[in-house]
């Protein structure tokens, strides 16, 4: 692979020569298996991939990892499977200044505007409220930036029911969804120090390993009960402020939301519904 490649184009418009990029905590190479202390997962790793996370551990730039990597003669279609590989488990951690941030965003964002969306990888953070915190207010990225627009483009339509509440409606669904991912953290911390909350585009997990049925029942049951519990105070703080009782129906939506993701479709539902298959079986065979 030469050093003269373009890591921009290398990387799928994720990363640039000036970047700074490491293995992201809580993973490390050990044995020549990537070890994820978030899940216990063991991930066997080619010679060649183990040396380029190794270098990953230590050095501190895209374009340091570029001339590593050509020097463990790593094809460039290669270096682009492991970072793929290290995309789908939030294996990599980028550090770029804000200046930098707003550059990668006009070109994600031209880009997307030619219909060649850019390589979007999952993102690891700790399960601090500050980890959760930002890992969430980066799922509504989106939302922050078209609810404006919105309620301005509603409010001309419809001069007579204009849409104040759209936008202090944000805020009630930040709180919730911080408290939701936070309230399953509270308990799985208890049994297991060393998890994280996982960002994939606009959707969150906790990742954790296999727990007690109970604690992973329980931990699935507390997140959409705290996350609806909190829209619906949040909601009633900032409608009494705003004067906009319209915020306490949208609270109160956003509160349905997260109890339907008890169904058994998707998110939480889905994983007790797997839980309780798991324990089906355990029972059928024992
Ligand atoms: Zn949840």
Redesign the pocket.
Known sequence: MSTLIDPYRWSGGLLTAGDSISLSPGLRVEKGELVDDATLARHKLHVRAGKALVSLERISSVSEWLTDLDSYNISEKESRQILLFLGTIGGISIRRSLTQQGEMFMRKASLLYLGAPPLQVAVRRSATIKGISSSVFQAMLLLWLVTPAMALLLSLVLPTAAIPWLLPSLPVLFMGLVA??Y??VIILRRYHPAICVLRRGMR???LHPPLDMWVEAV??LV??LA?AGVSILTSMLVSRASALPGVLFAGQAIALL?LA?LLPFY??GR?LLTLFKRTAHVTSVS
């Open positions: 939701h991912e309230a399953h969150l997990a906790i931990t699935g997140g959409p996350g997260h993701s998110g939480d994983s």
